[in-house]
């Protein structure tokens, strides 16, 4: 690969060019990934049943939970990377990809061991009611955090000097080595749902491998030799001010769907199966919306790290009309299709009733997704982590998690999918404060 393919400079050029190239390889990686935990949730639903694919949802839930805390944390690396990067300050930057990447390594053995051995009180206290299959699920997939938190380390140094493609090959390679495993291990082997983790873990570790071995190949770029470890004390304070909010805003939005979940657990196993397949087809229908979001952060950062605001504010409403247009698009194809969507994964016709009717529902929400992520993923660039925090708090839990526990005693079930609808509306206004307030102009993160 030659060097210009390996860093991208997004503070030039036609800002819509620029941010489709950038953001078109996340929705493909955005894609992959879906694929590869949908593989999980189909292939059990078929081979195992609803039991299968409730024990899968309620597991892979928890571990979405500490994949959102990895993920939010990397975010305060892939901030002070892209502001370094776009300012010219190599050396900083690539002290910066060192810290973040040992320190990973580090956190992610602490957090194996935690969740192996808490993993069945999680499970009762979310009341599981496939508890067995969960409890299978999620202590093999609890292994995987080691590779969750090194891939997305590496994947935060990769994406600051604004690659996208790399990450999109890998995980390419490992999605199909997720189904094809999947295929082996539950449909061959029948091992349910320890051969659904196992299969997901042994795909973390392959596109972790690769990765890292991409990284290890370009010292001059990313700085990182595993003969010669770094941590810079400065670095990690700043990685982690900047980190920990974004953290705790995902960890708030995932715990706010444990919250749902529990809920929805109290209808039973059909109810848990259903809403576990509706959750997956979501995911696949936010991937656009969030690549976008993402994207524009990483040109945000660089943007604002050369100094050019106007630039900045333009990214922000050329991705929020792309990000509104898909989401129309979106609603009007799931409004129509949404039983036989359903029905891919499960032959259980009151699952699949149940995932039509969360679908129809929620769907409307995107609109609101469209708007606010975009806002969110602007804010990150510009180090206000805080922000985005305080956005999630309203919409996750003092909408979400309340308006849950009231409409389920009124509507039931209908009453737990019209508040997931409803809530992400509340973030709106607060982007729309936030940019108009200027504050966004006034200091970068590593300053």
């Known amino acids: 690969m030659r060097k210009a393919e390996k860093t991208l400079d997004l503070t030039e050029g036609s800002v819509w060019k620029r941010l489709l190239q950038y953001a078109l390889p996340f929705v493909a990686i955005s894609l992959m990934q879906s694929l590869y935990s949908m593989a999980d949730l189909m292939i059990s639903g078929h081979f195992i049943g609803a039991r299968g694919i409730s024990g899968i949802n309620n597991s892979s ?121 999947d295929l082996l291990f539950v449909g061959g082997i029948h091992m349910g749902t320890k051969g659904a983790a196992l299969a997901t873990v042994i795909s973390q570790g392959i596109s972790f491998g690769l990765l890292l071995a991409h990284v290890l190949r370009n010292p001059d770029i990313f700085g990182i030799r595993l003969s010669m470890p770094e941590f810079h004390a400065k670095r990690f304070c700043r990685i982690v001010a900047l980190g920990i909010p974004c953290a705790v805003q995902m960890s708030l939005a995932a715990v706010s769907w444990l919250t749902v979940t529990k809920f929805v657990n109290g209808y039973g196993v059909t109810a848990s199966a259903g809403a576990g397949v509706s959750a997956k087809i979501k995911d696949l229908c936010q991937l656009f919306i969030s690549a976008v979001s993402s994207a524009a952060s990483t040109m945000v950062a660089q943007t604002l790290g050369a100094g050019k605001l106007e630039r900045a504010k333009e990214v922000l409403y050329t991705a929020m009309k792309l990000t509104c247009v898909a989401a129309f698009a979106l609603i009007l194809v799931v409004e129509a299709g949404a039983p036989a969507f359903a029905g891919f994964f ?89 940019v108009r307030s200027g504050v966004w102009k006034k200091e970068l993160a590593y300053e």
């Open 61 to 181: 839930l928890v571990m979405e939970l500490l994949t959102k805390i990895i993920i939010g944390l990397s975010q305060g690396g892939n901030i002070l990377i892209g502001q370094f990067f776009g300012a010219g300050e190599e050396e900083k930057r690539k002290e910066t990809m060192n810290t973040l990447f040992y320190s990973f390594a580090v956190m992610s053995v602490v957090l194996v061991g935690v969740v192996s051995l808490s993993a069945g009180v999680i499970l009762r206290a979310l009341g599981a009611p496939a508890y067995q299959e969960a409890l299978a699920y999620l202590r093999i997939c609890s292994l995987g955090i080691f590779f969750i938190a090194g891939y997305n380390a590496l994947v935060a140094a990769v994406r600051g000097v604004g690659d996208s493609k790399r990450p999109m090959k890998i995980i390419l390679i490992a999605t199909g080595a997720n189904i094809i495993l």
């Open 346 to 434: 499960t032959g259980d016709l009151e699952a699949v009733k149940v995932a039509a009717l969360n679908l129809r529902i929620e769907i409307i929400g995107q609109i609101f997704y469209a708007v606010f992520m975009i806002y969110h993923g602007f804010a990150i660039g510009a180090g206000h982590t805080w922000f985005v925090l305080l956005s999630s708090f309203v919409n996750c839990i003092l909408v979400r998690a309340v308006l849950v526990v009231i409409l389920e005693r009124i509507l039931g079930l209908s009453g737990i999918f019209l508040a997931c609808m409803v809530a992400p509306g509340a973030s709106v206004p607060l982007g729309m404060v936030y």
